[in-house]
């Protein structure tokens, strides 16, 4: 048997990979292979055959300090996931070579990534590796963060200890044992690169998507990974982050980057980098019996940042899944453009593999407004999340809440950058089958490769509030500002959900039809002929009814309260004859103009209840 892990999880053109290798055969080789449209071998540093030696398994919380094997990387490499396999030669002189024809073993393999030696110039979307969750069930060495756990006495924050410096991690190693396999693909095991990432990597480059690629531990290491880049991909099961992790990827969405989610269980845990950041503790439940360690459970609230959490969905792990897709609202929606979906069609409901699961994660979601399915608020998903697909998790599933429900969706910041969530850890691998998510699939990429500018709006504001109005007409425009001289772009509107006016300019104007339904303004804006920057964004726009309420509570509000809120007109606990003062020359007609206003809000509002009480 061979077995090997590279010293690094990656390295840059033109750097020295290092291999630890342990081989009971006298001595081995190594061969480079590139995942792209294919598995393809790639040529470089192999050289000769060299001096086997055979070392014992390590534990799985320390360096198992095998030695290691230099590989200079040929600077003409592209960036990509690449596996290294380990060719073995008997005494007899013999090759035993494993099959090359997939990424996919327990042994004679070690998975890493060549960097970009041109971050963000070639292309400007990241793909990321799940590098520590597949670590996290890397079982090799007798232990994972799911089976035979080592609790860290020494490190701080304490928890359960793994080392990467050990075979496995993606391939080439032993998964978690007790992690049943896929019902729907049994040939290759879940929490491996083979499972979500290979045949979605396939897919993309044989799409022709050029890509730049890293791995967890870069994002964790590297504070100005994320800066030449306007997208980043997570892909499949993206469970373990760490607090750099998160905060770096909250930076760029903030500042304008954009992510797309084609994964679940997304940051459900967080780790800590230890031993010069070649070890990661977790404390995801309480040490073992008798350790006296206070402990704090490493979770955390993920919807801030991905918008959705496993505690609002949940996970089918054993057996085959009911074929469950998402019931698609607001079909519209760019995110839909050439799929032919109306609201209420599903997505992904395939038997042979269906699209929701093994794990999902979704929204609080509020009982129906409007008939539509609109975040609760207060679950900590962000405010601009649009829902644009529920699937609600029935009988089967093990689910974290009563009204359980994957959701799939997107919100915006003010920055303007988009973060599209797919919720669902198969979603990678559907996307390669069903010609419906695979077109969703590349509606996302291709609009969120590109920059990300605000779209402010709808305006007029109401009480300082952006809200669009049935029966109104709502104003949106674009924040072109970095992108040059505003008479050398040009911009393209689409509009779901109203009726867009004439107009090619950096302002449209929108008719909004009712009864409420979403309504999403998208702007291209071009320079030269080609496109150069993306936004959007989406609002639940008010009933005409809500709307004149809305109107009559601002102007009470006003009215109670004009000028300096800490000193307001009308005051509870106050004898009323002390404020006549504040009644002086100056607000008088102030006051009477919004009385004006009230007046004639109110008496539309009175004719509406007559109207409704006579019908």
């Not at 599903?346 to 794990?359: K, N, T």
């Not at 606990?573 to 809000?601: M, N």
Request: charged residues 20%; aromatic residues 10%; hydrophobic residues 40%.
């Amino acid at each position: 048997m061979i077995r090997g892990y590279p010293r690094w999880p990656s390295v840059r053109p033109g750097e020295t990979l290092t291999l630890h290798v342990s081989t009971d055969q006298p001595a081995f080789r190594a061969e480079f292979y590139r995942q792209g449209a294919t598995l393809a071998r790639m040529t470089g540093p192999e050289g000769g055959w060299l001096q086997g030696y055979a070392f014992p398994d390590g534990p799985p919380d320390r360096d198992w300090g095998w030695p290691g094997y230099e590989f200079a990387i040929p600077p003409e490499w592209p960036s990509g996931a690449y596996v290294a396999v380990l060719v073995e030669r008997d005494a007899a002189g013999r090759e035993h070579r494993p099959d090359v024809t997939t990424a996919d073993g327990c042994d004679a393999r070690a998975l890493f990534v060549v960097r970009s030696a041109r971050p963000g110039l070639d292309t400007p979307v990241l793909y990321k590796l799940s590098w520590l969750t597949f670590h996290a069930y890397n079982g090799t060495g007798y232990g994972s963060l799911y089976a035979e756990n080592v609790w860290s006495r020494d490190d701080r924050p304490p928890g359960f200890k793994l080392t990467w410096r050990r075979p496995g991690g993606g391939t080439g190693g032993v998964v978690e044992p007790g992690d049943p396999p896929d019902a729907h693909e049994p040939a290759v095991r879940r929490q491996t690169f083979a499972k979500w990432d290979a045949p979605f990597i396939a897919w993309l480059e044989r799409a022709g998507y050029r890509l730049d690629y890293c791995t967890d531990w870069d994002l964790h290491a590297d504070p100005d990974l994320l800066a030449p880049y306007r997208l980043l991909l997570s892909v499949g099961h993206d469970e373990y982050w760490s607090d750099a992790m998160r905060g770096r990827l909250e930076g760029f969405v903030r500042r304008g980057g954009n992510v797309a989610f084609f994964s679940g269980n997304i940051a459900g845990f967080r780790v800590h980098f230890t031993d010069g950041d070649t070890a990661i503790t977790c404390a995801k439940v309480p040490p073992p019996s008798g350790e006296a360690e206070p402990w704090t459970p490493d979770t955390w609230r993920e919807e801030a940042v991905t918008g959705v959490s496993l505690r609002h969905a949940g996970g089918w792990w054993d057996g085959r899944r009911a074929a469950s897709g998402y019931a698609v609202q607001h079909a519209e929606h760019w995110v839909f453009a050439g799929t032919g979906l109306r609201d209420g069609d599903i997505v992904g409901a395939d038997p042979a593999y269906p699209l929701i699961g093994y794990e999902a994660d979704g929204a609080a979601l509020a009982r129906r407004r409007d008939g539509l399915a609109v975040p609760l608020g207060d679950g900590g998903t962000p405010q601009s999340f649009v829902v644009l697909g529920v699937a609600e998790l029935g009988e089967g599933w093990v689910r974290a809440a009563p009204r359980a429900a994957a959701t799939m969706g997107l919100y915006t910041t003010p920055g303007g950058g988009i973060v599209f969530q797919g919720a669902t850890t198969d979603w990678p691998i559907v996307a390669t089958r069903n010609a419906t998510v695979g077109r969703i699939t590349r509606n996302v990429v291709d609009r969120l490769a590109r920059r990300a500018v605000p779209v402010v709006g709808p305006l007029p504001h109401r009480g300082g509030r952006m809200v669009a109005v049935a029966g109104a007409t709502a104003t949106f425009h674009v924040d072109a500002a970095g992108l040059g001289p505003l008479g050398a772009l040009r911009f393209h509107w689409e509009v779901a959900g109203g009726r867009a006016r004439p107009g090619d300019g950096p302002v449209i104007a929108v008719d909004v039809d009712g009864p409420p339904r979403l309504l999403t303004a998208s702007v291209t804006v071009s320079r030269d002929g080609q496109p150069v920057a993306f936004g959007t964004t989406t609002t639940l726009p008010l009933s005409a009814e809500d709307g004149l309420k809305l109107a009559a509570l601002v102007l009470l509000r006003e009215m109670t309260l004009p000028g300096q809120p800490s000193n307001p007109l009308v005051e509870l606990t106050a004898d009323p004859g002390s404020r006549t003062g504040l009644l002086y020359s100056l607000r008088l007609p102030w006051l009477g103009a919004r009385a004006d206003q009230l007046d004639t809000v109110m008496r539309q509002l009175i004719e509406r209840e007559r109207r409704r009480e006579g019908s």
